[in-house]
Structure formats: C-alpha cells, structure tokens
C-alpha cells in the first residue's frame, strides 16, 4: 500500500470515527434532553410528594384532634354511665319506698274499712235506739194527750156542774 493509499483509509476511518463521534454527540445531546425531562418529572414527583406529606400531616392533626375529641365523649359516656347507674339506685330506692306506702295504705285502707265499719254499724244501732226511744216518748206523749184531754173534758163538766 503506498502512501496515498495509507492517508485515504486513515482519512476515511476518521471520517467513520467523526461521523460516529457526532453520532455519539447527538445520543449523548438527547440523553441529557432526557435526562433533563427526567430530573423535571423527579423535582415535579418530589413537590407532589411534598404536598402529598403536608396533606397526610395536615391529616393526621384532625386524625389527632378527632382522638381527642373522641377521648373526651368518652369521659362524658362515662360519666352519663355513671349517672344513669345512680338514677337506677334512686329508682330503685323510689320503688321500694312506693311499695312501702302502697303496703301502708293497704294496712291503713283495712283498718278504716273496719273502724268505719264498726263505726256505721254503732251509728245504725244508736240509730235504731234513738228510734225506739222515740217511738216510746211519742207514745207516751200521746197517752199523756189522751189523759190531758180527758181531763180537760172532766174540768170543762165539773165547772159547767158547778
């Protein structure tokens, strides 16, 4: 091979280098495109993911003060529980002091059923009494009526004799 020869190949396998070179040039040119596009989407990512964590504190501050909330309507349950557990023993006390009076009153309604009773039964005797009495006195009466005449009738005659 001579010289001129040697040169033009050499010549040529730069060219191939330097086309494949630029070709190089242009993959790495695009890659680094891409690359940008890539770190884009990762900085949009990160920011989504920053908001995506600020809502998910924001959220677990509400989850926190709904526990609180929640903690506190159960101290009240628990109170209105034992609240109710007290109204239950004053019911229960209340029951129990009604059916003492009504056990009272059922004593009570005997024995005034009975003194009334005995009671109705000495007025209707007295009663009976009384009428008889006054029955004897009425009669009486009307003997000394019958006597007060007759004499009345004797007077009359003897002052007409005499």
Avoid: C, P, Y
Wanted: charged share 35%; glycine share 6%.
């Amino acid at each position: 091979m001579d010289n001129e020869k040697f040169q033009e190949q050499v010549l040529q396998q730069f060219n191939l280098v330097s086309s494949k070179l630029d070709s190089l040039e242009k993959g790495r040119i695009k890659t680094e495109e891409q690359f940008g596009i890539v770190f884009a989407k990762l900085d949009s990512l990160a920011e989504g993911q920053e908001a995506l964590e600020s809502r998910v504190d924001g959220i677990e501050t509400r989850m926190g003060n709904i526990e609180t909330r929640m903690d506190g309507m159960e101290t009240r349950m628990g109170n209105i529980e034992t609240r109710m557990d007290g109204m239950e023993t004053r019911m229960g006390n209340i029951e129990s002091h009604v059916e003492g009076m009504k056990n009272r009153m059922t004593k009570l309604e005997t024995r005034i059923e009975n003194d009334i009773a005995q009671k109705i039964g000495a007025l209707f005797d007295a009663r009976e009494v009384q009428n008889d009495i006054n029955a004897r006195i009425i009669s009486t009466l009307e003997r000394i009526e019958a006597k007060v005449d007759v004499l009345q009738l004797e007077t009359a005659h003897i002052r007409r004799v005499k």
